[in-house]
């Protein structure tokens, strides 16, 4: 397998600024900044079909397009927040291939004419964000980030901003007001950061992994880039495998790679010999995909791709692939689940603030076995209540997991239930 | 009356360097409030009411602006416990690799509750969310005040020597 | 213009100007959509989700970019599979909302069953039951039988003191951020906010002291829950017991239009007290804010013990007496009336000197009222209009303590794009919201208002400038120094106001008075003295509304010497104390009268309580008097007084009360059924008052004016200077006890800290000076903001600083 983000795997001193030089780093960069118009590059990103990675898999290149320039100075803002369970991936980007992924970011400031970037990373990334601010260094010594750039008017700064342990920071919006030394929580929308985002100036918010694919796609073209994944889902993604599989890991792998290959290929099947139960595709807000073996083949063969996953019932979202086996009950689940968006919640907004308050009342009840089966359909008709009623995404992400649980597990709840 | 007067200098006196590079980032104060607020963690191992009066000074900010964000933030203590914090993670994935007995044997051989602090002042276990080390638990990280590290593929026998270590590095600087 | 914007709620065509928010288009049309988060003062935050409506917008051909009609031609509506909220989307052009769709109201009612997960339910405790909007909510859509269990419920402290004016009850508080928003975003003063986050979201205050700012108590208004409730209030009295009276705050210059309840009980024998102050709406003044010091203060010597009285014999007798002394004196009388006298009262009392050719003074300190009777504020002036072009100029004031309200209202206006323009000799709070600061050395004040004009771009922003107010104070000032200061700015407002905009609205000199109605009395031809010690020896004096005794030994000491003292006030005083005759006033809370604030317009007040017995209105203590003296003057009702008053004071053609009272329709709405929209804040019913007609056609002259030679100072001396605090010891004041903290914060001798150490001095420790041969104790308190070599003396404190004055300061042996 071509590795396009995970280089290190095949070059492990690819962390060393010479090494990444030698193998035509930095090449990309140049050629942008050199030879083309930052409309190319957002061109050439729109052609190539590049989808966001930090969840929502949104087209790169027409996000970038929405940037108004009238107003200015742009910024961007590279979301390194990584903060949903099961998801580990920018974490051995940054790690082991991190001037692929500052050359990204640095490329995305020239295409839509920023000069100045910012990383936010969670607090808990510390190593992360002193290491990155030396290899800054290193490149404003070699010359790629700075004024002057290859010789051009061109300037391009990056800076790393450390969170301090909040999942909400990774909304986007709260992102910016953390940076702007506010409490993290999320901004009403319109208008959008693509018009009104850091300092309130237009801004283009991306994921690690977005961005890290940009050096390929520039020096490759979009057609270059295509010969990964799929029609609509093209290129590699990491695919960050957890939970009960004998070789948890991440897996860089084409979009549309089957469930089966990566767990049973790449991860080694599940572990300890049980079977295969539920997974959740897309981290703690994953809808819970059902495995039985009715339905065992239908999901082992799905591709893993932004269309596939919702053929069964469930999201890619930032491909946070958490499988869990038959010694695991889903009352179980969404109480570990539901303790995390209650821990996490900003409490900006009433449903998502006081929804998962109660709801893991409820499911702490149901879970130590005190409840009844009145509490369960209180409990999804609360996740019910909530969704699509609250100010930002992560109200809804709290309820997939509950609603999916108690539809697609009945027998976990009533087994639970006193009669 | 302003109490200007008596707000501390520690952090300016301490750390002129970092609390001008940390200036230096950002095009609006107010940005510099988290890095100033590590920096006042890494001097007393929790954010002190002097120290969010001395940055809200620095800020232009009230200090009840300051405290905000301490309070939001869970990386930022508003009380003293021990030097070394280890924060397990007990997250789903975690979880479905034993993060939770992980946490409670070492809670025992440790002997103190999730949450309390060694007689000696030196280590607070923490439960905390997803750290994204999903694929290496159990894991902790130990937090000691702005610095971070992560120990991951942990057994509580290897935590333990880490936990002596640590006594050992400490009792070495105190002499 | 903006543009106008036609739609549809719940069937009901409605028309608006572009960028209005669904929820106040609906207010309009008299549809109430609940809301907490939501307040018509602030910015929308969407927080809450109590609004959710439903929305339908015309469905637009991609092609060809035309709405998609329905068979009949009506434009094709499209519905979202959300529910919105009301309180963040502006309208469209043909929308359609619906708040009352099956739909529209689960989505509020499960809003409300959410939030109450975490409320108790101690509504029959809670002072804000009865005027709730959540208790209402919750009873019109019938979440009454709870599906949370109870035990699991969410709980939270009681009592909290966010400072020592209001409490948090913290598991009554619904996070919608009303009270921190207020607090940063309208009162500039950031000092309460949240701390943790989901669920355990709280609110606190980390400023020393805490919940510091002169604002907190409108946090309590704004709050749609009872979470915040004033430390004076808690316990009070039960919403529904509350009976209201309109009246006008009488603290400050600003003149705030208050509401008193009031209810009877049974510690004043089932007669009526005042429970509450609480703002009541008046766009054009205070639109739907008051100060602390309003709140706290501005009623509550109502109930002193201090009051005087006397009953009716004892009453008659002593007028009778008395007026035989001015029947006597004749021209030989000396009137010397104070500032928080009613239009009414003044006019009855210059009536009273006419008749007997005697001299009236105004008691004040402050000079330089003549130019604001010439040049004051122009009829139609508001300054909640002020904004980009215009510009506000401020000298020697400190409004944050002086008039709470005009910092308030100038920080909006500079909000608006107004160039504020700040000129004192030391920092004050509105120099952060304003466009240009200028710091003079005390005594400097005349001579940096001449050459403002001069200035690069701020002599530009003057000139150039719409609409042009300045305002001026005393900060340092005696009479004479703001007489030339006074003069100075209206030569200043003349040079900038030749182009005959001076009888358009907002541009004129507003005079930062002390009381609440010297403007009125100036209008009347009322001036200060001075010298006063020297006018009142040997003649009859009759003192209204003033205490010169107890503000300064030197007059205590002519007093002594006049030939009688008749003094009338409602409290006890030095002056009363020592006065051959004392008749006692009621307080403007027992009675009706109007003041006209330093912006010249006259407002009504109405009596919220019966007046003490034993006590009359001052107008008619004064006409029986006058009866005694043989003269007949209107002492019936101040209605009466009034319709004379506008027939003879030149100032006041074509007031009436009946003018006073007219209502006109102000936005936003507030104060009706639905609590939620605006709070606990009073609807105006009773009128928005009437600005005096402008003199200022009449001709601008141009004078000179004196200029007093600086102090000099020797080494060992500094410079003192008198300035005003919100919180003084001030006769009205003392009486409220909630305010001895904030008093006490500020009663010293303020000295920047180099100086308090060069004299060996430090914070709060106990030092002497000495003034005129008397020498007071003081305690010291340190200001970095304040220059070295000044000393600062907050006025009404105990030490007599009239003018500024060279003195030494001495720490006080232990
Ligand atoms: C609650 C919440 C948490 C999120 N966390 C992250 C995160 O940790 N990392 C990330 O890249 N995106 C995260 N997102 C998505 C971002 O808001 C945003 O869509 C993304 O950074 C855009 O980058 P992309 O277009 O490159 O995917 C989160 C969204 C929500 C609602
Ligand atoms: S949905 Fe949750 S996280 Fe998002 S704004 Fe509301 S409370 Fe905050
Ligand atoms: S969200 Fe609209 S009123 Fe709170």
């Known amino acids: 397998m071509t590795h396009i983000l995970f280089r290190h795997r095949d070059i ?47 087209p790169t290149g027409v996000k970038w397009s929405f940037l108004p320039d009238t107003i200015w100075p742009h910024y961007v803002v590279c979301n390194a927040d990584e903060s949903e369970p099961g998801t580990f991936k920018d974490r051995e980007i940054m790690e082991s291939n991190p001037y692929q992924f500052l050359e990204g970011v ?16 969670r607090g808990e990334f510390y190593p992360i964000a002193r290491h990155l601010d030396a290899c800054i260094a290193e490149m404003e010594k070699a010359g790629y980030l700075g004024d002057n750039l290859f010789g051009t008017q061109v300037s391009i700064r990056i800076k790393t901003h450390l969170g301090a342990g909040a999942y909400i920071c990774g909304e986007e919006t709260a992102l910016l007001e953390s940076i702007e030394g506010k409490r993290g929580q999320p901004r009403l929308r319109p208008p959008f950061p693509a018009v009104v985002g850091l300092y309130g100036k237009p801004t283009v918010i991306n994921n690690v992994e977005t961005l890290s694919n940009l050096p390929y796609i520039v020096e490759h073209g979009a057609a270059g880039y295509r010969q990964f994944g799929s029609e609509k889902s093209p290129g590699t993604k990491i695919f960050s495998l957890s939970g009960n599989v004998n070789k948890p890991g991440n897996y860089e792998l084409p979009l549309g790679t089957t469930f089966r290959e990566l767990i049973f290929t790449h991860g080694g099947g599940i572990s300890d010999g049980h079977s295969l139960r539920a997974i959740m595709p897309a981290g703690a807000s994953s809808s819970i995909i059902r495995v039985d073996e009715e339905t065992f083949d239908k999901v082992m063969d799905t591709p893993m791709d ?22 695991h009950t889903m009352d179980w689940v969404i109480n570990k689940t539901i303790e995390f968006f209650k821990h996490e919640s900003c409490g900006k907004c009433t449903p998502c603030r006081d929804g998962n308050y109660w709801m893991l009342q409820l499911t702490e009840r149901i879970h130590a076995g005190h409840a009844s089966a009145g509490d369960v359909k209180l409990l999804d008709s609360v996740a019910a209540q909530m969704y699509g009623k609250c100010l930002c995404a992560l109200g809804d992400f709290s309820t997939m997991a509950v609603r999916t649980a108690i539809e697609r597990f009945p027998e976990d709840f009533e087994k639970k239930v006193k009669a | 009356m302003s109490s200007v007067d ?96 992980f946490l409670e044997h070492l809670c025992q051989n440790i002997g103190i509750k999730v949450g309390e602090t060694t007689p000696d002042g030196l280590v607070t276990i923490e439960e905390v969310k997803c750290l994204a080390g999903c694929d290496k638990a159990p894991m902790f990280q130990l937090q000691d005040g702005d610095q971070v590290s992560y120990h991951e593929n942990m057994t509580v026998d290897k935590t333990m020597e880490l936990v002596e270590a640590l006594k050992k590095a400490n009792l070495e600087v105190k002499e | 213009m903006a543009k106008l914007i036609n739609l549809h709620i719940n069937g009901t065509p409605v028309t608006v100007s572009e960028g209005t928010l669904v929820v106040d288009a609906a207010k309009k049309v008299g549809i109430d959509i609940p809301v907490f988060c939501y307040h018509p003062k602030m910015e929308p935050v969407g927080m809450c989700r109590q609004c959710l409506v439903e929305i339908g917008r015309p469905m637009i051909d991609r092609a060809s970019g035309q709405p998609v009609l329905n068979e009949d031609g009506t434009p094709k509506l499209q519905f979202g599979p959300k529910l919105e909220t009301s309180c963040t989307t502006p309208v469209a052009e043909g929308m359609a909302v619906l708040t009352e769709t099956a739909k529209a109201q689960a989505g509020q009612k499960e809003i409300i069953e959410l939030l109450l997960t975490s409320h108790p339910l101690d509504c029959p405790v809670c002072d804000k039951g009865g005027e709730c909007p959540l208790q209402n909510l919750t009873m019109e859509h019938g979440v009454s039988e709870s599906r949370f269990t109870f035990a699991e419920k969410h709980h939270g402290e009681k009592h909290v003191p966010l400072g020592d004016l209001i409490l948090l009850d913290r598991e009554r508080c619904i996070q919608c951020a009303r009270c921190i928003r207020f607090q940063d975003k309208i009162a500039g003063e950031p000092v309460l906010s949240f701390y943790q986050r989901g669920r355990n979201t709280d609110i606190v205050s980390y400023s020393d002291p805490g919940f510091d700012s002169v604002f907190s108590g409108n946090t309590s208004d704004i709050c749609p829950v009872g979470a915040l409730t004033t430390v004076e209030f808690r316990f009070g009295a039960r919403a529904w017991e509350l009976k209201q009276a309109a009246s006008i705050c009488s603290q400050c210059p600003v003149g705030c239009n208050v509401t008193f309840n009031v209810r009877r009980e049974a510690s004043t024998g089932g007669g009526y007290v005042i429970k509450r102050a609480m703002p009541r709406q008046n766009e054009q003044v205070n639109e739907i804010w008051m100060c602390d010091k309003g709140r706290f203060a501005g009623y509550q010597y109502t109930e002193s013990a201090s009051r005087l009285k006397l009953d009716p014999a004892e009453l008659d007798s002593t007028l009778r007496l008395a007026a035989a002394k001015l029947a006597v004196a004749q021209a030989e009388t000396v009137i010397l009336a104070g500032g928080r006298l009613a239009n009414e009262d003044f006019f009855t009392l210059k009536q009273l000197a006419a008749a007997l050719g005697a001299k009236t003074y105004l008691y004040s300190n402050m000079g330089g009222g003549e130019q604001t009777t010439t040049y004051g504020l122009s009829a139609g002036s508001n300054l909640g209009h002020l904004g980009k072009g215009d510009t506000v100029l401020v000298v020697a ?65 003057i000139k150039n400038s719409k609409n042009l107010v300045i305002f001026y104070g005393s900060d340092g000032l005696g009479l004479a120094g703001t007489a030339a200061l006074a003069e100075t700015c209206a030569n200043l407002f003349a040079s900038v106001a030749v182009d005959g905009r001076t009888a358009t609205p907002n541009n004129g000199l507003v005079g930062v008075w002390s009381t609440p109605n010297r403007q009125g009395a100036l209008e009347m031809g009322f001036a200060p003295c001075t010298n006063l010690a020297a006018e009142i020896a040997g003649k009859t004096v009759y003192v209204v509304a003033a205490d010169p005794a107890g503000d300064d030994p030197a007059l205590a000491e002519a007093l002594k010497t006049a030939k009688t003292v008749i003094a009338q006030d409602i409290l006890e005083t030095t002056t009363t104390r020592l006065a051959e005759f004392t008749l006692p006033a009621a307080a403007y809370t027992e009675r009706e009268g109007t003041y006209t604030n330093a912006e010249r317009r006259v407002q009504r007040f109405y009596p919220a309580v019966p007046a003490h017995p034993g006590t009359k209105p001052d107008f008619a203590l004064t006409a029986a008097l006058a009866k005694g003296c043989g003269l007949e003057l209107e002492g019936r009702s101040p209605l009466l007084v009034m319709n004379k008053l506008a027939l003879s004071e030149s100032a006041f053609r074509g007031i009436s009360y009946a003018s006073l009272s007219e209502m006109v329709e102000q936005w936003p ?18 009128g928005l008052g009437q600005v005096l007609e402008s003199k200022l056609s009449s001709g601008l002259a141009q004078s000179q004016p004196t200029i007093h030679a600086g102090l000099r100072m020797r080494e060992d001396e500094l410079l003192a200077v008198p300035v005003t605090k919100l919180y003084d010891n001030g006769i009205t004041l003392t009486p409220a006890k909630l305010l001895q903290a904030h008093i006490q914060r500020f009663n010293g001798l303020i000295l920047n800290p180099a100086t308090a150490l060069k004299l060996g001095l430090e914070n709060g420790a106990q030092a002497t000076v000495s003034l005129n041969g008397v020498t007071y104790p003081a305690k010291v308190l340190v200001d970095a903001s304040i220059s070295t070599g000044v000393v600062l003396i907050p006025r009404s404190m105990g030490i007599p600083l009239l003018e500024p004055t060279a003195v030494t300061i001495l720490a006080q042996e232990a």
Request: with cysteine; glycine share 8%.
């Open chain 1, 12 to 58: 492990p001193d690819i962390k060393n600024i010479a090494v990444y030089q030698q193998h035509a780093g930095f090449a990309a960069l140049k050629k942008a900044v050199t030879s083309l118009q930052p409309k190319q590059i957002v061109d050439e990103v729109k052609a190539s079909g590049l989808r966001g990675r930090g969840g929502a898999g949104f």
């Open chain 1, 106 to 121: 640095a490329i995305a400031c020239f295409a839509v004419g920023a000069s100045e970037g910012y990383i936010y990373l």
């Open chain 1, 306 to 327: 932004y269309e596939n996953v919702q053929n069964v019932g469930s999201l890619l979202g930032s491909a946070s692939v958490i499988v869990i086996d038959d010694t």
């Open chain 2, 6 to 101: 008596n707000i501390p200098n520690l952090l300016r006196d301490k750390y002129p360097e970092e609390v001008q590079a940390i200036f230096a980032k950002y095009p609006i104060k107010r940005s510099a409030v988290m890095p100033l607020l590590y920096l006042a963690q890494r001097e007393a191992g929790y954010i002190t009411k002097e120290s969010m009066a001395e940055i809200a000074t620095l800020l232009e900010l009230d200090t009840t602006e300051v405290a905000a964000i301490v309070g939001f933030y869970s990386m930022y203590h508003d009380e003293k416990a021990g030097k070394y914090r280890i924060q397990v993670c007990t997250d789903i994935s975690c979880a479905l690799r034993g993060a939770d007995k």
């Open chain 3, 397 to 461: 004031a400190d409004l944050y303590n002086e008039a709470p309200l005009w910092h308030l209202r100038l920080k909006a206006a500079a909000e608006r794009g107004a160039t504020v323009i700040v000129a004192a000799a030391r920092a004050t709070k509105l120099d952060e919201f304003s466009q240009f600061v200028i710091r003079y050395a005390y005594g400097d004040e005349v001579e940096t208002v001449k050459t403002l004009a001069d200035k690069e771009k701020i002599g530009d922003a």
């Open chain 3, 669 to 686: 709405i507030i104060g009706r059924g639905d609590l939620y929209y605006g709070g606990t804040s009073y609807e105006n019913k009773l």
